[in-house]
C-alpha cells in the first residue's frame, strides 16, 4: 500500500458503499463488491463500508493543486498563529479568505 488515499478518493469510495448498502446489499456483500470495484482488501473495502453506514454519502471534495504567493513576513506569522490558535490549516483558511474576496468583487460595488 502507498499510504492514505487522498481525500476525493476516500469520499468516492464512501459514497459507492452507500449506493452498494442502499441497493440493500449486506455489509458482506457490499464489502466484497467495492473490493473488487477499487482493487481494495477486503479489510479496507470493509472500513468504507462502516464510515457509509456511519455517515452515509459525503461530498467530494475539488481536488487542490500548490502555487506559491510571496506574503510580507508579518502578514505570514500573523496568519500561522492564527491557523495554531483555530486548528485550521493555513490552505483552509487563505481559499476561505480568496473565496470571500471573490464573493465581494462578484457582488460589485455596493454589494450586489
Known amino acids: 500500500m502507498s499510504g492514505r488515499a487522498p481525500?476525493?478518493?476516500?469520499?468516492?469510495?464512501i459514497n459507492a458503499a452507500a449506493e452498494l448498502l442502499g441497493t440493500g446489499q449486506a455489509v458482506a456483500e457490499a464489502t466484497r463488491n467495492?473490493?473488487?470495484?477499487?482493487?481494495?482488501?477486503?479489510?479496507?473495502?470493509?472500513?468504507?463500508v462502516?464510515?457509509?453506514?456511519a455517515v452515509g454519502t459525503l461530498d467530494v471534495p475539488s481536488p487542490t493543486v500548490a502555487f506559491t504567493v510571496?506574503?510580507?513576513?508579518?502578514?505570514?506569522?500573523?496568519?500561522r498563529a492564527h491557523a495554531?490558535?483555530?486548528?485550521?490549516?493555513l490552505s483552509g483558511i487563505v481559499a476561505q479568505a480568496i473565496?470571500?474576496?471573490?464573493?465581494?468583487v462578484r457582488a460589485g460595488p455596493g454589494g450586489g
Open 34 to 48: 467495492l473490493a473488487r470495484r477499487y482493487q481494495l482488501s477486503e479489510r479496507q473495502a470493509r472500513r468504507y
Open 84 to 89: 495554531r490558535d483555530s486548528g485550521r490549516t
Open 99 to 104: 473565496e470571500e474576496f471573490l464573493h465581494r
Open 7 to 13: 481525500a476525493d478518493q476516500r469520499a468516492r469510495r
Open 50 to 53: 462502516e464510515r457509509a453506514q
Open 70 to 79: 510571496k506574503l510580507p513576513v508579518s502578514l505570514l506569522h500573523h496568519l
